[in-house]
């Protein structure tokens, strides 16, 4: 019903910059959250940042400052610009959309996951 892909992942040094694209596409009607979300090897998957179709904007306290989500609505679109990255940013991230209204489904809502893309912060 919805797809998400995810690019812009890749290994860089402390205090480089990389960003991440997530297209959704499918039978979407509306999607009222759109966010990112990381998982560290042998960690919970955590927050990262999350923007609502409106402008509200949600971030983990260990990337206040750093990152940036932002969101084209026309394309179902959303970024996370990430500078000055260190090595405890190295995670597999996840794109997620929520509160999802896709045409035909019998539920109100439903929510979906990207398949993940790696970012490795080294030198």
């Known amino acids: 019903q919805v797809q998400l892909v995810e690019s812009g992942g890749g290994l860089v040094q402390p205090g480089g910059s990389l960003r991440l694209s997530c297209a959704a596409s499918g039978r979407i009607i509306k999607i009222n959250a759109m966010g990112w979300y990381r998982q560290a090897p042998g960690k919970q998957r955590e927050l990262v940042a999350v923007?609502?179709?409106?402008?509200?904007?949600n971030y983990a306290d260990s990337v206040k400052g750093r990152f940036t989500i932002s969101r084209d609505n026309a394309k179902n679109t959303v970024y996370l610009q990430m500078n000055s990255l260190k090595p405890e940013d190295t995670a597999v991230y996840y794109c997620?959309?929520?509160?999802?209204?896709?045409?035909?489904?019998?539920?109100?809502?439903?929510?979906?996951w990207g398949q993940g893309t790696q970012v490795s912060v080294s030198s």
């Open positions: 923007l609502t179709s409106g402008t509200n904007t």
């Open positions: 997620n959309a929520d509160r999802v209204v896709v045409a035909g489904s019998l539920l109100p809502y439903s929510s979906y």
